[in-house]
């Protein structure tokens, strides 16, 4: 009986072309993933912003004041349609 056993390794086909594509594609777009999650969770420095506004010259022009709000339109344009003669 024991003789009858076959524990020999099942016969796995080489990975295609495209099955290799997806595979290394499914790697590359979980790495994506997980370096963007890591971008919202993990604060940044914001001293390259600071930097960049030291070496403008702050005028009172470049200094806007928040104007008064604008009345919003809440209504839609109406469709124009043609008059049936």
């Known amino acids: 009986m024991a003789a009858e056993l076959d524990f020999s390794p099942p016969e796995i086909p080489e990975p295609t072309f ?5 595979r290394y594609g499914l790697f590359f777009g979980a790495i ?7 971008a919202i969770i993990l604060p940044v ?3 390259h912003k600071a930097d960049s506004d030291s070496f403008e010259p702050k005028n ?4 806007k004041k928040p104007k008064a709000a604008a009345p919003q339109i809440s209504k839609k344009p109406k469709k124009e349609t043609k008059k049936k003669r």
């Open 18 to 22: 495209m099955e290799n594509v997806l």
């Open 32 to 38: 994506f993933q997980l370096i963007c999650v890591l």
């Open 45 to 47: 420095s914001k001293s």
């Open 60 to 63: 009172s022009e470049t200094v």
